[in-house]
């Protein structure tokens, strides 16, 4: 894709080869429709052959980073195998095409981060978070297995008794938390964090590229080596979506209220 295709991603051309990159669905608290959903999949490709850009930094128009999935979508296609395999895929190509790209990548979460949003925020190489931010990762709060990213990445950031805790509870972190456990690379005030992050982006610009970015091939292999743990919590999460479970949980999240789960009901 080129620049001018993206719906729903606002690019900035800065000095040193950094770009600029907004998602743009403010009124959505940026919330990933189907396009935007394949749109931050599709970006790190059209980066990858752009030689003018050395270091991408991402950020979230309004308040929000990116809350995650557009769950009206969702529900209308629940129990539906071929959108949930296609959302499975493309949630996939998501995490390996940032890691597999060698060129950095930063987050500036400004706001609020969840699901796909949450799953660029934190596969950025390095990620720069508003204290006052939340994040959560909610899957099992919908009835489904946590896909996206954090099966993956969680336990290589902040270890496994950390990461089980807050995968399981689905428990919102503050900015100030996900930093104390190591989930981020740095927290800073609301009107510090994009100007550090594209201060940060202009220093690598001027870097030797080849050394910045074998070195980032290279810490990678960390996450490339969890490569299976990535794919079957994805398969896990797309099975869950065509169970009762999904259904209530969805319905409940968007009608506000607490849901009942068929799966705990008495046989």
Not at 12 to 30: A, K, Q, S
């Amino acid at each position: 894709m080129n620049y001018s295709d993206f719906q729903h991603l606002e690019f900035d051309t800065r000095d040193n080869g950094v770009l600029l990159i907004t998602i743009n669905r403010p009124e959505h608290n940026n919330a990933a429709n189907v396009r935007l959903h394949d749109e931050l999949a599709e970006v790190w490709l059209t980066i990858k052959k752009d030689p003018s850009v050395r270091v991408a930094v991402i950020t979230g128009a309004g308040r929000s980073f990116s809350v995650g999935g557009d769950l009206s979508e969702g529900i209308a296609t629940l129990g539906q195998i071929a959108p949930a395999i296609h959302s499975g895929e493309v949630a996939l190509q998501i995490v390996y095409n940032m890691i597999h790209l060698d060129k950095p990548i930063i987050s500036a979460i400004n706001g609020s981060a969840a699901g796909a949003g949450l799953a660029v925020a934190l596969t950025a190489d390095i990620s720069i978070i508003n204290e006052s931010a939340k994040l959560t990762d909610a899957h099992v709060n919908i009835g489904v297995a946590s896909g996206d990213h954090a099966a993956l990445l969680w336990p290589l950031y902040c270890g496994l008794p950390k990461a089980k805790l807050y995968l399981l509870t689905a428990d919102l972190l503050s900015g100030k938390e996900a930093e104390r456990i190591g989930l981020v690379s740095m927290c800073k005030p609301a009107d510090e964090v994009l100007s550090t992050a594209l201060e940060l982006a202009n220093s690598l610009g001027q870097k030797p590229q080849r050394a910045v970015r074998w070195t980032k091939r290279c810490l990678n292999h960390w996450v490339r080596q969890a490569a299976p743990i990535f794919d079957l919590s994805v398969a896990y999460e797309s099975l869950n979506f065509m169970e009762p479970d999904a259904k209530e949980g969805l319905g409940a999240f968007l009608e506000k209220r607490k849901p009942d789960f068929p799966s705990n009901r008495a046989a």
